[in-house]
């Protein structure tokens, strides 16, 4: 117990001018988000809930403008009625491209449940490759000169071009703001008429600007993620040029009904504004925690991406273990200092949208939240688990100390 403790207390002080770099960050984003709310005038009256059509719903379209200031986007869509960070990211491809055109993905194999709205695994009914739209992808992870292999890709006809911000189930960095608006502008630069698509799931709020402030046409991600800051128990949101989001909306719910239609059941719609002006520093508690993580893996010897003081684009740790017993166990452990259900005993099992077994640590508040403190493994090799969020940087402090007394470690 008390190596450990010593363990942590050592990390935390190698990260301590690491931490006051988030600090710096989150109090920006508090900025641009608080000013948000002011220039939009929120009230009490947009907090309400509505039902029906929500003709009613007077929260709706600020909500919308907000997200599309914070974002840095002409416009914005988000819903409640999204289920999921899959379904938005969905919803905005179909916005972007017509049946013969071709997706081009820049960031290699894009995440598991995305791979079956494309098409490119499984045969999921109205996948876009049924409806005629064409997939290739290049990785520029793996490229030595990133800018001629997207020349190269380019020379064939290619409507739009997606990029995924986050590592996913990948042993990769996630793409920073930085490398982004160069990949952005090298894109624009060749072809001003192909559309940039960001998934940006996982990686709001980690940096002081988004994807649209950069040239990004169209993002999309999940409000059980960075934006919903915890609070918001469900949907999603779509943001970028206001024609794109228009047809986001209509096929949303219906044409001719677009952004006009939507209720806020119950108390969701003061969650989703309660929880993206706290998603600043709830996303810098996470930074902080995986940082955390990720230092005191590496001194017991793990292999962890990203490294302790490595820039970070999104809140997702991954780590390796050497077989899957330990794999499992990391996860378990997970499970156990969480929240809610902690007294699960978890096993991994063929979760929809994924080719392999998937083990899942989520005792969370809010059912598949990763902003909260989670875990997930494919049952695949290399054996990498991939832990993220945490609401409090005390929480993943916690955590990580009765991990390691569970692990089968040499200290």
Same mark, same amino acid.
């Given at each position: 117990?008390?190596?450990?403790?010593?363990?942590?207390?050592?990390?935390?002080?190698?990260?301590?001018?690491?931490?006051?770099?988030?600090?710096?960050?989150?109090?920006?984003?508090?900025?641009?988000?608080?000013?948000?709310?002011?220039?939009?005038?929120?009230?009490?009256?947009?907090?309400?809930?509505?039902?029906?059509?929500?003709?009613?719903?007077?929260?709706?379209?600020?909500?919308?403008?907000?997200?599309?200031?914070?974002?840095?986007?002409?416009?914005?869509?988000?819903?409640?009625?999204?289920?999921?960070?899959?379904? $938005?990211?969905?919803? *905005?491809?179909?916005?972007?491209?017509? /049946? &013969?055109?071709? =997706?081009? @993905?820049?960031? %290699?194999?894009?995440?598991?449940?995305?791979?079956?709205?494309?098409?490119?695994?499984?045969?999921?009914?109205?996948?876009?490759?049924?409806?005629?739209?064409?997939?290739?992808?290049?990785?520029?992870?793996?490229?030595?000169?990133?800018?001629?292999?997207?020349?190269?890709?380019?020379?064939?006809?290619?409507?739009?071009?997606?990029?995924?911000?986050?590592?996913?189930?990948?042993?990769?960095?996630?793409?920073?703001?930085?490398?982004?608006?160069?990949?952005?502008?090298?894109?624009?630069?060749?072809?001003?008429?192909?559309?940039?698509?960001?998934?940006?799931?996982?990686?709001?709020?980690?940096?002081?600007?988004?994807?649209?402030?950069?040239? $990004?046409?169209?993002? *999309?991600?999940?409000?059980?993620?960075? /934006? &919903?800051?915890? =609070?918001? @128990?469900?949907? %999603?949101?779509?943001?970028?040029?206001?024609?794109?989001?228009?047809?986001?909306?209509?096929?949303?719910?219906?044409?001719?009904?677009?952004?006009?239609?939507?209720?806020?059941?119950?108390?969701?719609?003061?969650?989703?504004?309660?929880?993206?002006?706290?998603?600043?520093?709830?996303?810098?508690?996470?930074?902080?925690?995986?940082?955390?993580?990720?230092?005191?893996?590496?001194?017991?010897?793990?292999?962890?991406?990203?490294?302790?003081?490595?820039?970070?684009?999104?809140?997702?740790?991954?780590?390796?273990?050497?077989?899957?017993?330990?794999?499992?166990?990391?996860?378990?452990?997970?499970?156990?200092?969480?929240?809610?259900?902690?007294?699960?005993?978890?096993?991994?099992?063929?979760?929809?949208?994924?080719?392999?077994?998937?083990?899942?640590?989520?005792?969370?508040?809010?059912?598949?939240?990763?902003?909260?403190?989670?875990?997930?493994?494919?049952?695949?090799?290399?054996?990498?688990?991939?832990?993220?969020?945490?609401?409090?940087?005390?929480?993943?402090?916690?955590?990580?100390?009765?991990?390691?007394?569970?692990?089968?470690?040499?200290?």
């Amino acid at each position: 117990m008390k190596n450990i403790e010593e363990l942590i207390a050592q990390s935390e002080e190698r990260l301590s001018a690491l931490f006051k770099g988030i600090d710096q960050n989150s109090l920006f984003n508090q900025e641009r988000v608080l000013n948000a709310f002011r220039a939009e005038r929120v009230s009490e009256l947009h907090l309400q809930a509505s039902t029906g059509y929500g003709y009613a719903n007077q929260g709706r379209d600020i909500l919308d403008k907000i997200y599309a200031k914070v974002m840095g986007t002409e416009a914005a869509l988000v819903r409640s009625q999204f289920i999921s960070g899959t379904h $938005a990211l969905a919803t *905005a491809l179909r916005a972007l491209l017509d /049946p &013969g055109q071709t =997706l081009l @993905s820049l960031t %290699g194999s894009p995440y598991d449940t995305l791979r079956q709205v494309i098409g490119i695994e499984g045969t999921a009914p109205k996948n876009l490759a049924s409806q005629g739209v064409k997939y290739k992808e290049i990785d520029i992870f793996k490229a030595q000169d990133r800018g001629a292999l997207i020349e190269a890709a380019l020379k064939e006809d290619i409507q739009a071009v997606f990029i995924q911000r986050s590592r996913g189930y990948e042993w990769r960095d996630s793409l920073n703001i930085v490398e982004m608006q160069e990949i952005i502008e090298k894109v624009k630069e060749i072809n001003p008429k192909v559309l940039v698509m960001v998934d940006n799931c996982y990686g709001e709020f980690t940096e002081t600007l988004e994807p649209g402030h950069i040239g $990004a046409d169209l993002l *999309a991600g999940s409000l059980i993620k960075n /934006p &919903g800051g915890g =609070l918001a @128990s469900g949907g %999603g949101y779509i943001a970028g040029i206001e024609e794109l989001v228009e047809n986001a909306a209509a096929i949303m719910t219906a044409p001719g009904l677009g952004l006009e239609m939507g209720p806020a059941f119950g108390d969701s719609q003061r969650l989703m504004f309660q929880g993206l002006f706290l998603a600043p520093h709830i996303v810098s508690q996470s930074l902080k925690g995986m940082h955390l993580v990720a230092a005191v893996m590496a001194q017991l010897g793990f292999e962890v991406s990203p490294k302790f003081d490595e820039r970070r684009s999104d809140v997702i740790q991954a780590i390796r273990f050497q077989d899957s017993e330990t794999l499992i166990e990391f996860c378990r452990s997970v499970q156990r200092v969480s929240p809610i259900d902690s007294h699960l005993h978890l096993e991994p099992w063929a979760m929809p949208g994924y080719e392999h077994p998937v083990i899942m640590a989520a005792g969370a508040f809010i059912q598949g939240s990763s902003i909260e403190l989670s875990a997930d493994a494919p049952i695949r090799e290399p054996y990498t688990a991939y832990i993220q969020g945490g609401l409090t940087y005390e929480h993943v402090k916690l955590a990580l100390k009765e991990i390691l007394q569970n692990l089968p470690l040499e200290m």
